[in-house]
């Protein structure tokens, strides 16, 4: 395992009955591979999914996550899974969606785009374009169950069997420490709107000494992206990003992708002191 996932699993410990803990979790996965937005959804039977933590880009991405909650999630390959018994584990989202899944009549009354560009034939409004995503199921016991989803742009390659297995051996941890936050967390979570903090964190880690290209380059090392990676995200090439690099970890007075991470977590925890 990473130096940096020995880094966030301590963090996790550390706070395993705090409102920080989803967010936590996101990022450590960060640490394991590359990915671009994450969203935590609790499902109970055929009751409206809960959702804990997202890392979405905008009001018309947050849009698209209530529109989810509300309606789509019925279409959901994750979900549909879930009512028929699935159990912890890593799943590609494109093989959970069984051809022909749905067809264009029952389609009609959800808010979604029916495309064959997206991996599951269509896109709720409003929900990121054009990514695949890699989702962890997590058993809560009575009937519950998460769902972490890992999204990245599809151009990128989408996510291998690789991935799959650099997440496996984390899969224990991380349902022992979703389950016993979930034990405190379920009533305020079920009755409170989201959490935007770790937003927050994202846009404004740096303060004033990052440049605003340098806050990109660091929310996506951060959220695992790799040289080459973070090079397309931006348009940009490796060598320039390694320019990049260079001056935010001289501003941020630091030397490597662990000091980096270890900064953000103190930036985090400020920000649910507050």
């Given at each position: ?35 671009e937005?994450?969203?935590?959804f ?98 809560l ?10 999204s ?74 790799s ?10 090439s ?10 935010l ?17 103190d930036s ?7």
């Amino acid at each position: 395992m990473p130096v940096a996932w020995a880094a966030s699993s301590a963090e996790i410990v550390d706070h395993l009955d705090e409102p920080i803990l989803p967010s936590l979790l996101a990022v450590a996965l960060g640490t394991l591979i590359e990915y671009e937005y994450s969203a935590i959804f609790i499902y109970r039977g055929k009751a409206n999914p809960i959702h804990i933590h997202d890392t979405f880009p905008n009001p018309e991405a947050r849009a698209g996550l209530i529109n989810y909650v509300k309606n789509t999630y019925v279409l959901n390959p994750f979900y549909c899974a879930y009512l028929r018994g699935l159990t912890t584990g890593v799943y590609r989202m494109r093989d959970l969606a069984p051809d022909g899944f749905f067809d264009d009549e029952s389609l009609q009354q959800y808010k979604i785009s029916c495309t064959s560009s997206e991996e599951i034939g269509f896109l709720t409004d409003g929900w990121p374009a054009g990514r695949e995503e890699l989702c962890v199921a997590l058993e809560l016991g009575h009937g519950e169950c998460a769902e972490i989803t890992l999204s990245r742009k599809a151009e990128l390659g989408g996510f291998s069997d690789q991935d799959t297995a650099r997440l496996s051996p984390a899969i224990p941890f991380l349902a022992a420490a979703l389950r016993r936050y979930w034990r405190q967390a379920r009533f305020t979570h079920m009755t409170s709107t989201p959490d935007t903090r770790i937003d927050d964190a994202f846009q404004t880690f740096g303060g004033n000494r990052l440049s605003p290209r340098e806050r990109e380059l660091a929310q996506l090392l951060l959220r695992g992206h790799s040289t080459v990676s973070v090079g397309l995200q931006l348009g940009i090439s490796p060598t320039t990003v390694k320019t990049h690099r260079k001056n935010l970890y001289a501003k941020l007075g630091i030397a490597t992708q662990f000091e980096l991470f270890a900064s953000f977590i103190d930036s985090l925890r400020d920000k649910y002191r507050a």
